[in-house]
């Protein structure tokens, strides 16, 4: 089992930057490939960057690559979300999720466990 807490998000102007955290419990932190995805008001939930149980292996939606950067550190049971020049499409509700799987994991229903979401706003 692994409980996901999501923070970081906040309001920011366009071109700023946020960093997001997603603290898990339980002991299967570190056999687990993690995700970041995001939802915004009336679309579906999407995928944003995945990454594999150790670390060494990332992947990103094609509307963030190099702007965003996904993370993590085992030792902390915490992933992490870097986002760089944030536009106003970025704007949505951000989840962590994780997989009991070592490959990174890019499709939404292969995730077993979901964060409650943090909010990112991004102004004009």
């Known amino acids: 089992q692994v409980q996901l807490v999501e923070s970081g998000g906040g309001l920011v102007q366009a071109g700023g930057s946020l960093r997001l955290s997603c603290a898990a419990s339980g002991r299967t932190f570190g056999r687990a490939a993690m995700g970041w995805f995001r939802q915004a008001p009336g679309k579906e939930r999407e995928f944003v960057a995945a990454?594999?149980?150790?670390?060494?292996?990332?992947y990103y939606a094609d509307s963030v690559k190099g702007r965003f950067t996904i993370s993590r550190d085992n030792a902390k049971n915490t992933v992490y979300l870097q986002m760089n020049s944030l536009k106003p499409e970025d704007t949505a509700v951000y989840y962590c999720a994780a997989a009991q799987r070592s490959t990174a994991v890019l499709r939404l229903n292969e995730y077993e466990y979901w964060g409650q979401g943090t909010q990112v706003t991004v102004s004009s």
């Open positions: 990454i594999s149980r150790n670390g060494g292996s990332t």
